[in-house]
């Protein structure tokens, strides 16, 4: 049952041998994960607190230059945690990784304490998850009836794993992504807590949505980068393939998709595969062969390529044949 630090006897007793942990200059990083509005995030600043009373909306990053930025300013012994948005946590993990990778000095010379919170524990990098986190809290909801038969959400539930079993969840949870395919160490529970306390709600949500938009911003500027590349290779690796079937019908001599992407752009045709699938996930068209169809370049660029740009094109009025890919 919960005491009066807000979660039960079990989980004070694993934050006081963290204490010791990290006094001793071991790591002192730990994993909170569960489905959106379980509390991981209440448990996760009830647990920041009870190790470092003076943490504020200051020690709390969403991104990863916020938590570069607390890293450095903090003091010793401090606590940090670095929450993400449920709609992100894939590119989330893979960026805390490089970001943990190139402030783990520093962290380990603060003796500070990391409190990673994230929807799913299989995400993350394998190394990381098993080797690098000290424990995982599971925070899970129950379904309670109440007198009149509805039912509603009974939460502040938590299920620990110390750094055995986190290994064996993760060889045993990943390919199924089952959280419950592996025994707990143990069950405990925590309380719900004041707005306000230990750090007001509006101020964690505010620059939670603030970083989220950044970071929205972010990736839908990047997956545009690479959109405009891929159609620029496709048009002109279509281009130079058209040109050179006039050239083989002398000189014998035609080259593949595959040989002018290699020759022009050094991409191999694993990569023009990936391009197909990334521009499909991101409902971008492609013809049934997307670097050339149709057989005619024009001023309106390669007929036959289901996207159009205003990328410049060569002016050529001749009349081709289909080629082969």
């Known amino acids: ?42 448990l996760t600043k009830l647990m920041a607190y009870y190790v470092d009373p003076k943490i504020s909306i200051e ?20 606590s940090i945690i670095w929450d993400e948005s449920d709609d992100l946590s894939a590119h989330w993990a893979s ?27 299989f995400d993350m990098n394998k190394y990381w998850a098993i080797h690098r986190t000290r424990c995982l ?16 959400a009974n939460r502040g539930r938590v299920r620990f794993f110390g750094k055995d079993n986190k290994r064996k969840l993760y060889f045993g949870g990943v390919k199924n992504w089952d959280m419950y395919c592996i025994h707990p160490d143990f069950l405990d529970a925590f309380n719900k807590v004041p707005d306000d306390y230990p750090i007001n709600n509006k101020d964690y949500e505010d620059k939670k949505d603030e970083a989220m938009k950044s970071l929205l911003a972010e990736v839908s500027s990047k997956q545009s980068r690479n959109i405009i590349e ?33 020759l022009f752009f050094g991409v191999n045709k694993k990569q023009i595969a990936n391009d197909i699938h990334f521009l499909q996930r991101n409902n971008v068209g492609t013809s049934p062969n997307p670097y050339y169809e149709g057989g005619r370049v024009g001023s309106e660029g390669v007929e036959g390529t289901s996207s159009k740009s205003s990328l410049p094109v060569v002016e050529n009025d001749t009349e081709g044949g289909e080629v082969e890919p």
């Open 1 to 42: 049952m919960p005491t009066k630090f807000g979660f039960g006897n079990y989980i004070k007793s694993v934050l006081d041998d963290l204490k010791d942990l990290v006094a001793h200059e071991w790591d002192g990083v730990t994993t909170t994960v569960g489905d959106e509005g379980d509390g991981k995030t209440n």
């Open 230 to 262: 891929i159609l620029f290779r496709r048009r002109v690796i279509a281009f130079a393939k058209h040109i050179n079937w006039f050239d083989s019908v002398k000189h014998k001599d035609r080259l593949s998709c595959n040989d002018w992407g290699k």
């Open 95 to 121: 960026t805390m990784i490089q970001t943990l990778k190139k402030k783990f000095k520093r962290i380990r010379s603060k003796h500070l304490f990391i409190w990673l919170v994230t929807p799913t524990f």
């Open 137 to 152: 809290f599971h925070v899970y909801a129950e379904p309670k009836r109440d007198s009149d038969g509805h039912f509603h």
């Open 59 to 78: 020690d709390v990053a969403f991104n990863a230059a916020q938590f570069e930025a607390a890293v450095d300013k903090a003091d010793e012994f401090s």
